[in-house]
């Protein structure tokens, strides 16, 4: 792979996802970073040129929430690891968490992590800012981000703002888009004072209930309306959720699932143990299905992971040694969920899982491009992202739908070196990963020399 700049790029006979959402084997050239023309056997030089025959030409996912935990927590991630494993797994753009150290809550701490990233991400990059009951006028002029994230639960410090009074105060200022962790922290802390010492990883879904996320999810929806707010709901996780936005969601609100809220249950907790304890919590096989058809529906309109990753020693698995035994998957040391941290890494899996759902006929492989990619452009409002049409950026994935492949943990990118679909085998794997018209991952090899740059949001985040 070339390291220098690529100025002119030409994909040849790939099969490419129209806008319509159509297919057509056809020719796609890049000039400076933006798609210029696409059609048959079309008769430009270009300084790159890739064979795309038997491979499927989709937009770059934009991953609208993740952790990548730089500053202050980089011994289970960096901006460096996790782009690198975005770029594997065919994502081009990322929007970030303010749960760092310190804290994303100004615009001191946006600007510090904008830097970082322009130095180090392989692939572009966005911020939230973070709410707390104290920064509101921060909330309104830190630029740029997609908007402000609320913790209404599963948080402490600062970032936890779960009082209605603080709630409607940030509700009511500003038009910016508003993004929820959705669980009731009350009831949260009252159950886990229920059932306090048990240690079983299966229990966490049992303490943070579907209940509690019923509860913050219609409080954050009530104040959306009351205000005519934009309200986005992150990694929607319930079938009463879903019900409740089926029956009553305002044009100005979106939701999010999760892969693993999709794929994963409770019934996983019997092998895979706190290595898939996440916020909210893994559901049940009912919540499976409903999501599923609420994403189908567009009730629920996009994907994200939540990629969130710990350290095996985190969670609980520090005595496992052979990491190639048959069953090095399973948890062997079995924590009270309070002593074990949420979450999981997913950046690198998401596409190959969604396409494999595809190809198994659980849905198209146009909406999942849809919901990995084009929809996340449309709710944030990320400008020239999205689509295969002239005059949009060149931010591009070349899958191949017909090999087949597990993930393996010893390919993967992330720092962490684990993920919970360890095993599965799947197809849709990025071949070729372009960023802003440059190959910036090519079958196992990365091209060091390639930076993302700051994603641009309009102002409105209009639908």
Not at 23 to 29: I, N
Not at 175 to 203: C, M, N, S, Y
Not at 214 to 224: G, I, M, Q, V
Not at 299 to 321: Q, S
Request: net charge negative; aromatic share 6%.
């Amino acid at each position: 792979m070339s390291a220098s700049t690529t100025a002119t790029l030409l994909i040849r006979n790939a099969n490419v996802l129209l806008p319509d959402g159509s297919f057509q084997k056809t020719d796609v050239f890049v000039r400076n970073g933006l798609i210029e023309q696409i059609g048959s056997k079309l008769d430009q030089k270009a300084d790159t040129v890739i064979e795309a025959d038997h491979l499927t030409l989709l937009p770059g996912v934009i991953d609208p929430q993740v952790h990548f935990r730089e500053p202050g927590l980089e011994h289970k991630e960096d901006l460096t690891t996790a782009s690198r494993a975005c770029a594997r797994g065919g994502v081009t753009s990322f929007l970030e968490m303010p749960n760092t150290k310190p804290l994303t809550i100004n615009q001191a701490a946006l600007d510090d992590k904008l830097a970082r990233a322009a130095q180090k991400s392989y692939v572009n990059f966005g911020f939230f800012i973070g709410a707390t009951a104290e920064n509101l006028p921060d909330l309104q002029t830190a630029t740029p981000t997609p908007g402000i994230k609320i913790f209404m639960g599963s948080m402490h410090g600062d970032l936890l703002v779960d009082q209605e009074g603080a709630l409607d105060r940030i509700f009511a200022t500003g038009t910016r888009l508003i993004a929820v962790h959705a669980e009731d922290q009350a009831r949260i802390a009252q159950r886990r004072k229920e059932f306090v010492g048990i240690a079983d990883p299966a229990i966490h879904s049992v303490i943070q209930d579907n209940q509690a996320a019923l509860n913050a999810t219609t409080l954050a929806l009530k104040l959306s309306k009351k205000y005519q707010r934009r309200l986005h709901i992150l990694h929607l996780s319930t079938a009463e959720e879903a019900e409740l936005l089926r029956q009553d969601k305002p044009a100005w609100v979106t939701a999010e699932v999760t892969p693993q809220h999709l794929l994963l249950n409770t019934g996983f907790y019997e092998k895979l143990g706190s290595l898939i304890q996440m916020n909210p919590p893994i559901r049940g096989a009912h919540d499976n299905e409903v999501l599923w058809q609420a994403l189908q529906d567009g009730v629920i309109d996009f994907i994200a992971t939540d990629h969130a990753p710990h350290t095996l020693a985190e969670k609980g698995r520090a005595n496992v040694t052979d990491q190639s035994e048959e069953d090095a998957s399973v948890a062997t040391v079995f924590l009270e969920p309070a002593k074990v941290p949420s979450g999981m890494p997913g950046v690198e899996t998401s596409l190959p899982l969604m396409l494999t759902q595809a190809m198994q006929g659980r849905c198209t492989v146009a909406q999942v491009s849809n919901w990995m990619s084009t929809a996340v452009a449309k709710a944030y409002g990320i400008v020239g992202k999205g689509a295969i049409a002239p005059g949009y950026d060149a931010d591009l994935v070349l899958v191949d739908l017909e090999t087949y492949h597990p993930v393996l943990r010893e390919e993967l990118q992330t720092k962490c070196g684990w993920s919970p679909f360890e095993g599965w085998n799947l197809t849709g794997w990025p071949a070729v990963t372009i960023v802003g018209g440059q190959v910036v991952y090519e079958r196992g090899q990365f091209n060091e020399q390639v930076r993302g740059k700051a994603l641009s949001f309009s102002a409105s985040n209009a639908l």
